[in-house]
């Protein structure tokens, strides 16, 4: 399974586009990379999922360059309720096995 | 919309007791995983269930079984508890079947678990 690393802790404004990028050098071919937000005391979101090049959808963005071992989670203008902990997943799931590992994820704190 | 529903939310145990988390997945999805969070950390992987079967299993010991019924809800048992049972316990519910990259994990809100 690939092992995933990312920044422990961001901060930043309101209003400011934030990136947060995970490694995963050993993603194996058929790894898809998700991203997942989580509020205390909540089950974790997901935010968006993309195989290579460049994703996006109502809320965020996923730019994975071309030997996908690492990839960018980008939200533009980021508030205060987007303070939360991001989780960057590599793997797949399939009824005959597969799991998500998760990481340590990254603690992002927006102030006002 | 019918996401993924855990129960209890909360419950406090003592050590040594037996516990037991219910689990109902998303409507449509046939496969549900465990996972437990202790606080400050990122969901560990318990086991995955698929037509009733656990098909895949994390670092846990035999401490920890679970169950999938015909109506694809799960239940997750954790026997002779410790305190560091103590966690938020995740279930997260998917479509299994056959082999697909793209599938995502639901998550329900979670059961905290408080071992004294």
């Known amino acids: 399974l690939a092992k995933t690393t990312q920044p422990i802790s961001m901060d930043s404004y309101e209003g400011q586009e934030v990136n947060i990028t995970c490694s995963h050098n050993n993603i194996a071919t058929n790894d898809y990379i998700t991203w997942y937000q989580q509020f205390p005391s909540q089950g974790p979101r997901f935010i968006i999922q993309g195989y290579k090049t460049k994703v996006t959808n109502e809320v965020a963005s996923l730019f994975i360059p071309a030997d996908r071992k690492s990839s960018t989670l980008s939200l533009p203008r980021v508030s205060l309720s987007d303070t939360a902990v991001y989780y960057c997943?590599?793997?797949?799931?399939?009824?005959?096995?597969?799991?998500?590992?998760f990481g340590q994820g990254t603690e992002l704190s927006v102030k006002p | 919309d019918a996401g993924v529903t855990q129960s209890p939310t909360h419950l406090i145990k003592t050590r040594g007791q037996q516990v037991t988390l219910r689990c109902s997945p998303k409507s449509g999805h046939d496969t549900v995983s465990w996972y437990q969070q202790a606080l400050g950390q990122g969901p560990q992987f318990i086991f995955q269930?698929?037509?009733?079967?656990?098909?895949q299993r994390g670092n846990f010991p035999d401490r920890f079984s679970g169950h999938q019924f015909p109506n694809y809800s799960s239940e997750l048992n954790v026997n002779a508890l410790l305190l560091g049972d103590s966690a938020l316990y995740l279930c997260?519910?998917?479509?299994?079947?056959?082999?697909?990259?793209?599938?995502?994990?639901?998550f329900g809100a979670g059961s905290r678990l408080t071992v004294l």
């Open positions: 997943l590599v793997g797949v799931i399939y009824n005959q096995g597969g799991k998500l590992i």
């Open positions: 269930y698929y037509e009733e079967e656990e098909r």
């Open positions: 997260a519910s998917s479509l299994g079947g056959q082999y697909s990259g793209a599938n995502v994990l639901t």
